[in-house]
Nanobody, 115 residues
């Protein structure tokens, strides 16, 4: 059974930082491209960042320079370091694993940016 479990969300003040984690099980983690997406209230889910199985990264323009995606294949975990948080970053953040025609999602972790 495939599981992606996100953690690390919470309430943080503007300008603060968070580190999200996504632990994967039930897949051969090293062959999967891993991504982060987010969904704000009343909005569609949007792409945030992606890291390939080879370690290449890509970011949405809205988060470039503030978000950093990384992976630890030994721990089957992908991370999202979020710095300089803004209120508009408030959303549920979802982890995605993709390889060939298979795609899996986690349940999400809430990030709220508010003073």
């Amino acid at each position: 059974q495939v599981q992606l479990v996100e953690s690390g969300g919470g309430l943080v003040q503007p300008g603060g930082s968070l580190r999200l984690s996504c632990a994967a099980s039930g897949i051969i983690f090293g062959i999967y491209a891993m991504g982060w997406y987010r969904q704000a209230p009343g909005k569609q889910r949007e792409y945030v960042a992606r890291i390939t199985n080879g370690g290449s990264t890509n970011y949405a323009d809205s988060v470039k320079g503030r978000f950093t995606i990384s992976r630890d294949n030994a721990k089957n975990t992908v991370y999202l370091q979020i710095d300089s948080l803004k209120p508009e970053d408030t959303a549920v953040y979802y982890c995605n694993a993709q390889a060939n025609s298979r795609s899996y999602w986690g349940q999400g972790t809430q990030v709220t940016v508010s003073s």
